[in-house]
């Protein structure tokens, strides 16, 4: 049987995470959070998971990015300092964040080789090496085209603030595509979603925008 669901995000010591309580925190459970990483020393638990994330990435945008999905997943799925000491936590988080991006990109790759193999199987004339060598590089620096504007917008939304979009992006990241499906997961409402639709209309724009006066830039 399923444990009860927690009425409160805070069980003694234990910060249970929003994931188990199915609703965002209230105003009096994030100060009560805040208060709690304080008396942990977050800034310097930060700096340590910020340092780990730089071994995994060896990117500053990298890093900074998986740390900031580490803190959101330590807001999601809770911690208890009586088990773990904070930066600990965060590294721990900031591992699986990094496995989870390192399962994504193999199955990209995986469902990349696949269409590669369909395609040498066709009957259809088969394309030439060379050919097949520049889709590939094609679909590789689009690929990577396509991570850059993720860790562009992720932290867009983080010198935002824009907690729902963060949620949105780590959704469609995992296959989840529906509004209804993201709300009960985050125990958000619907509506907010639909509100963060606008809001993130207005941050790719602005992506877009600054991306092309840095290429007219570099062809000058």
């Known amino acids: 049987m399923d444990a009860p669901k927690p009425t409160t995000a805070f069980l003694g010591t234990l910060y249970v ?3 188990r ?21 977050f800034v310097g638990a930060s700096l340590v998971s910020l340092r780990f994330a730089f071994t995994l990435r060896h990117s500053h945008l990298a890093a900074h990015d998986l740390k900031g999905r580490a803190n959101l997943r330590l ?5 208890d ?10 590294c721990r988080l900031v591992w699986c964040e990094h496995q989870n991006e390192t399962r994504e990109s193999a199955a990209a790759r995986r469902a990349e080789e696949t269409f590669l193999d369909e395609q040498r ?3 259809a004339a088969e394309p030439s090496a060379e050919d097949r060598a520049v ?9 990577e085209r396509g991570k850059e504007r993720i860790l562009a917008l992720r932290a867009d ?3 935002a603030g824009d907690t729902v979009n963060l949620l949105w992006l780590d959704y469609r990241l995992t296959g989840i595509d529906e509004p209804a499906e993201m709300a009960r997961r985050s125990g958000r409402d619907i509506g907010e ?14 992506l877009l925008e600054a991306r092309t006066r840095l290429d007219s830039k570099e062809k000058k």
């Open 135 to 143: 889709r590939l590089e094609e679909a590789r620096r689009e690929e």
């Open 193 to 206: 979603f639909y509100r963060a639709a606008e809001r993130r209309k207005r941050h790719t724009a602005r």
């Open 21 to 41: 309580l199915e609703r965002p925190l209230t105003d009096a459970e994030r100060r009560d959070l805040s208060s709690l990483l304080r008396k942990h020393d």
């Open 157 to 159: 939304f983080v010198e």
């Open 75 to 79: 807001v999601r799925r809770g911690w």
């Open 121 to 123: 199987l066709a009957p």
């Open 17 to 19: 995470g929003t994931d």
């Open 81 to 90: 300092p009586s088990v773990v000491p904070l930066a600990d936590r965060l």
